[in-house]
Nanobody
Framework: QVQLVESGGGLVQAGGSLRLSCVAS????????MAWFRQAPGKEREFVAA????????NYADSVKDRFTISRDNAKNTVYLRMNSLKPEDTAVYYC??????????????????WGQGTQVTVSS
């Protein structure tokens, strides 16, 4: 079992920045593809970004490309999501996810084995 705990959400004005963190409970974190998804009220969960175990390959949704950066620190079992130039449409609950077996930074939420409880990000206009 892998537990994922997100933090760093909050209320920010449009144009502002936040950094989300997700700490994993097991050392298998270092061999897992990690991702961030988000879900806004009344909408389906959507892919935001993913990163491979080595950190060398990353994948972003078009809506966040050039504004968000995913990174990881395997020594700390932590994955980060740096969010710049935030927009009101970025408002959502952000979830961290782990795929223990993937080789690439895929966006298919069905393939992710473990999920965190989510952290709320609210961007005011």
């Amino acid at each position: 079992q892998v537990q994922l705990v997100e933090s760093g959400g909050g209320l920010v004005q449009a144009g502002g920045s936040l950094r989300l963190s997700c700490v994993a409970s097991r050392r298998t974190f270092s061999t897992s593809t990690m991702a961030w998804f988000r879900q806004a009220p009344g909408k389906e969960r959507e892919f935001v970004a993913a990163i491979t175990r080595s950190g060398l390959s990353r994948n972003y949704a078009d809506s966040v490309k050039d504004r968000f950066t995913i990174s990881r620190d395997n020594a700390k079992n932590t994955v980060y999501l740096r969010m710049n130039s935030l927009k009101p449409e970025d408002t959502a609950v952000y979830y961290c996810a782990a795929d223990l077996y993937a080789s690439g930074p895929h966006s298919d939420y069905v393939g992710y084995d473990y999920w965190g409880q989510g952290t709320q990000v609210t961007v005011s206009s």
